[in-house]
């Protein structure tokens, strides 16, 4: 990953089961490479409820590079041959998670750009105490269902791992009460 600003360069290896992280990511434009086959599902995770994603990601349609519209003009769909289904179709299927953006404005916008079937719950803690994000979230009024979906929900589809450590440990509650 090399921060496109600065020039650093910072590289990761992959997990057992296929997964890589690079830890303490600050803001900016990076370009990311990876050197090895079977890279073909890949899922993202966008924090911050997006950030800027979904206030830019019209601009980021408008000028893809090798994108052309039919009628000559700067506006396309996106849609090149990186991107042969279009910007909006790739953004979307990315996935955002709330930590410390859960605020009713960037959570609006996001809901508004994105699937609930993308939103996951997260924190910045122990950066961030986790209350900046978690005592946000009822004042949000969300549809239970999107509630389960960033409560747990999507990371369960994501990671089924985690749904089975759920269970086992209101299991162990249940039994030591």
């Known amino acids: 990953m090399t ?11 992959s997990a057992t089961e296929g997964t890589s992280r690079f830890n303490d990511v600050t803001p900016g434009a990076y370009t990311i490479a990876v050197s090895a086959s079977g890279f073909t599902g890949i899922r993202w995770i966008i924090s911050h409820s997006g950030a800027a994603v979904p206030m830019l990601a019209g601009r980021i349609k408008d000028r893809v590079p090798g994108a052309v519209s039919s009628s000559g003009h700067l506006r396309t769909e996106g849609k090149s041959d990186k991107t042969p289904d279009g910007v909006y179709f790739e953004v979307k299927r990315l996935y955002y ?20 079937s993308q939103l996951l719950f997260g924190t910045d803690y122990p950066v961030e105490p986790y209350e900046t994000t978690v005592e946000q ?14 409560d747990r929900g999507n990371a369960e589809r994501l990671w089924p791992r985690f749904k089975t450590l759920e269970r086992v440990a209101h299991l162990r509650n249940s039994f030591s009460g």
């Open 3 to 13: 921060d496109e600003g600065t020039g650093v360069v910072r590289s990761t290896d």
């Open 97 to 116: 998670e709330c930590a410390p953006a859960a605020y009713p404005m960037p959570m609006a916008a996001l809901r508004a750009f994105v699937p609930t």
């Open 137 to 150: 979230i009822p004042g949000l009024n969300l549809p239970a269902d999107v509630q389960l979906a960033l």
